[in-house]
């Protein structure tokens, strides 16, 4: 496999950068789920560096393009149920939204999974709704209510007319992306003026994180890049954004997820997760602060 060397993705420099931490990675011990959303984590990561320019973790060197594209399209699917719990967080924020947007016509919702925030857009009211996904484990799961709005692909801007959607959303995905800059900068040009660019990031800077230090389930052979409030707003601004606005959110999920996150001996977390107390576990939905913040951010009327 051919790793590339890149700079900051932010700033695309990498002289203001330092080495944070040394690579910590093994392909021989990935599975199918290496690359599933919401998986049990591996707590290993590509070399990381640190931005003190645009206050941004990011990796490199990283896999080629070639590579990473396979891994996202062969990945396994098994989280239905955290799916669905996250869709109805994040669509409480629709509200807010609709109240800036003032219409509610159109949305795409990219690394959409199985479908289920689509659905809480067409409950809420719009009209037209698509969403995007590499994964075809994934779009086999999703609901026949929603399985013909995903486009089983990775985004391209040249898809969708300048100036279409009134709201663009993309949970947990930033951090998958090579060029996190260059697909910022395509969702401002497909969003209509006024209209809303609606995110959902992990928080490197967050207190669950320093508690857990590289243990913390965000540095993960998946991410390419992590931020920070501050640096999420360098991200925003540098691509066009007003009005925007980035809080800490809370997650809802059972108990039996937060054990499948929270480092502990392996033996151990495999017989709490196990058949005998699994059904407990699942029915225990715990609300915290997990260490996640959501971006809103808007297009230039």
Same mark, same amino acid.
């Given at each position: 496999m051919k790793f590339l060397d890149r700079a900051c993705p932010i700033c695309f420099v990498d002289s203001e950068s330092r080495v944070w931490a040394p690579e910590n990675f093994d392909f021989s011990k990935l599975g199918e789920y290496a690359f599933a959303s919401r998986k049990t984590p591996e707590y290993m990561h590509y070399r990381i560096h640190h931005c003190h320019c645009c206050h941004v973790l990011y990796s490199s060197p990283i896999p080629e393009s070639n590579y990473i594209a396979h891994t996202y399209h062969e990945a396994a699917f098994d989280s239905k149920e955290e799916a669905d719990r996250a869709s109805l967080t994040y669509a409480k924020l629709l509200p807010t939204i609709s109240n800036e947007?003032?219409? *509610?016509?159109?949305? $795409?919702?990219? =690394?959409?999974?199985?479908?289920?925030?689509?659905?809480?857009?067409?409950? #809420?009211?719009? &009209?037209?709704?698509?969403?995007?996904?590499?994964?075809?484990?994934?779009?086999?799961?999703?609901?026949?209510?929603?399985?013909?709005?995903?486009?089983?692909?990775?985004?391209?801007?040249?898809?969708?007319?300048?100036?279409?959607?009134?709201?663009?959303?993309?949970?947990?995905?930033?951090?998958?992306?090579?060029?996190?800059?260059?697909?910022?900068?395509? *969702?401002?040009?497909? $969003?209509?003026? =006024?209209?809303?660019?609606?995110?959902?990031?992990?928080?490197?800077?967050? #207190?669950?994180? &320093?508690?857990?230090?590289?243990?913390?389930?965000?540095?993960?052979?998946?991410?390419?890049?992590?931020?920070?409030?501050?640096?999420?707003?360098?991200?925003?601004?540098?691509c066009g954004y007003e009005n925007i606005s980035i809080q800490p959110i809370f997650n809802s999920y059972p108990l039996y997820y937060w054990i499948k996150l929270f480092p502990m001996p392996l033996a151990f977390k495999k017989m709490l997760l196990n058949k005998i107390f699994s059904p407990l576990l699942k029915k225990i939905i715990i609300k915290i602060p997990a260490g996640n913040f959501y971006a809103l951010a808007y297009k230039k009327k």
């Open positions: 947007i003032k219409q *509610i016509n159109s949305a $795409l919702d990219i =690394g959409t999974g199985e479908g289920s925030f689509l659905e809480r857009l067409l409950d #809420f009211g719009f &009209k037209e709704v698509k969403g995007i996904e590499p994964s075809t484990a994934a779009i086999n799961a999703a609901r026949p209510r929603v399985k013909q709005n995903i486009i089983h692909s990775f985004f391209k801007k040249e898809s969708f007319a300048k100036d279409t959607f009134d709201l663009i959303t993309c949970f947990q995905t930033l951090e998958h992306l090579e060029k996190p800059t260059e697909f910022v900068e395509s *969702i401002h040009e497909i $969003l209509r003026p =006024g209209g809303c660019f609606y995110t959902v990031c992990h928080n490197y800077k967050a #207190f669950s994180t &320093k508690i857990l230090g590289l243990k913390s389930p965000i540095f993960d052979i998946e991410h390419m890049q992590l931020f920070s409030p501050k640096g999420m707003h360098v991200l925003l601004t540098k």
